[in-house]
């Protein structure tokens, strides 16, 4: 959407505020779906945090089933949709929880306990849901994680190439924690999750061509390897338990998982949003449906316009492919001694000269989920029509 559309649409608002282009939003689901090419799409709720807009994708062919990212979000959820058309909506807690309080609700909701699972990786996280639980309580289902990051050493531990995730690295391991887990009084296993963040989550088209080169040799190497090890794990957990799904995926690697036989469904969310750090994939260009308007409060100089706020960086390894982009108009970027700040953020470039107190400038986050902690609504543009709605924040809701 250009920015005369925008600010005509947004025109009775007063900055800082958030918008979602509903018709990029539509697009990037669309465009989800093609890559999945037949195979569901379960919604990484961590990426969107906003009640209206999952309830916007579930309802389009091709997506099935939430990944919550905190137990108390999955059973906010079950508890709100109840009564609705999302009341049976499944829901895989995809990260462990340690929620003492949670994890007894979710024990004592018989409805709950039917379309809420948690992740296990370990023998560990078996003998905390018994402490929490004890013995004889109702059955809880449980999906356990497989690691597929990449080991290039023969497996060695000492270069791990991905996530720092489940410490399940084998089949032999995934079928030993099978065993333990069907073991359990109480618990119910019934799927298994394994995502290749190393290929999921990083861009294959940084500036440097020679790490670009080396970048895509080691997704083209790791996705070989992970595919042939996650579908031995796979068959091992099937020989000790019957699965209800296997998950795999996330946006940047829909293709290699689509093509994986053992995997039953795929997990994205970031690519609905199209945040600025999945500007870095060759193939595939979400467009950005998620911005955020600031105005410009100052102008110190010549080339310089200084807006209110807007200092949201993104969480991960603090270097300035964290920091929000400048996006209209064009032609602006962060000052390299300030960055982006948390009452003020100068704006550098060409384009500041053609600003004046009182304009506006759209800022992108660098990932989809996180600007929702920010603002308590999002902004749904809809051609000149702008319906405001609230973030999971604007519903009182904070799970991180």
């Known amino acids: 959407m250009d920015q005369r559309t925008l600010d005509a649409a947004t025109a009775h608002l007063d900055p800082p505020f958030a918008v ?6 539509d697009r990037n689901a ?5 890559r999945a090419s037949g195979r569901p799409i379960r919604v990484a709720s961590k990426s969107v945090r906003c009640r209206p807009l999952l309830e916007r994708v579930l309802r389009m062919p091709g997506y099935r089933g939430i990944m919550a990212y905190s137990l108390r979000e999955a059973l906010w959820l079950n508890r ?9 909506t ?3 807690v995809a990260y462990p929880t340690a929620d003492r309080a949670a994890l007894r609700a979710l024990a004592a909701d018989e409805n709950a306990r039917e379309r809420v699972s948690v992740i296990v990786d370990s023998v560990a996280h078996l003998d905390f849901l018994a402490d929490t639980l004890g013995s004889d309580h109702p059955p809880i289902r449980v999906c356990l994680e497989f690691d597929v990051s990449w080991r290039p050493l023969f497996g060695s531990s000492r270069v791990h190439v991905g996530a720092l995730r489940s410490p399940v690295f084998t089949p032999n391991a995934a079928r030993a924690l099978a ?5 359990r009084p109480g618990i119910s296993l019934i799927g298994v999750m394994a995502y290749e963040g190393q290929i999921a989550g990083l861009g294959d088209k940084p500036p440097s061509r020679a790490r670009a080169a080396v970048l895509r040799w080691m997704q083209r190497r790791s996705g070989a390897e992970l595919v042939r090890r996650r579908t031995a794990a796979v068959r091992a957990v099937e020989s000790v338990a019957p699965l209800e799904f296997v998950n795999g995926g996330g946006t940047g690697s829909v293709e290699l998982t689509r093509d994986d036989p053992s995997v039953t469904e795929i ?10 750090l999945f500007d870095d994939y060759r193939s595939f260009a979400p467009d950005p449906a998620l911005l955020y308007a600031v105005s410009v409060v100052r102008r110190p100089g010549r080339g310089v316009a200084t807006v209110f706020s807007g200092g949201f960086p ?30 003020q953020t ?13 304009d506006r400038v759209w800022l992108r986050h660098a990932k989809a989920g996180e600007p929702a902690e920010r603002f308590t609504e999002y902004h749904l543009v809809d051609g000149d029509r702008t319906t405001a709605v609230p973030t999971y924040r604007g519903e009182g809701r904070n799970f991180g």
């Not at 709100?80 to 049976?88: L, P, V």
């Open 30 to 34: 669309a465009d989800l779906v093609r």
């Open 267 to 276: 997990a994205a969310g970031s690519g609905l949003i199209g945040p600025a």
């Open 80 to 88: 709100t949709w109840a009564g609705t058309e999302f009341a049976d």
């Open 90 to 92: 499944d829901i895989l």
């Open 179 to 183: 065993r333990e887990i069907v073991r």
């Open 20 to 25: 979602v282009d509903l018709a990029a939003f």
């Open 346 to 358: 100068p704006l550098l470039g060409a384009a500041a000269d053609r600003l004046a107190v009182g």
């Open 314 to 343: 993104a969480s991960g390894p603090a270097d300035k492919a964290r920091l929000p982009r400048p996006h209209l108009p064009k032609g602006l970027r962060l000052s390299p001694m300030e960055g982006a700040g948390e009452v």
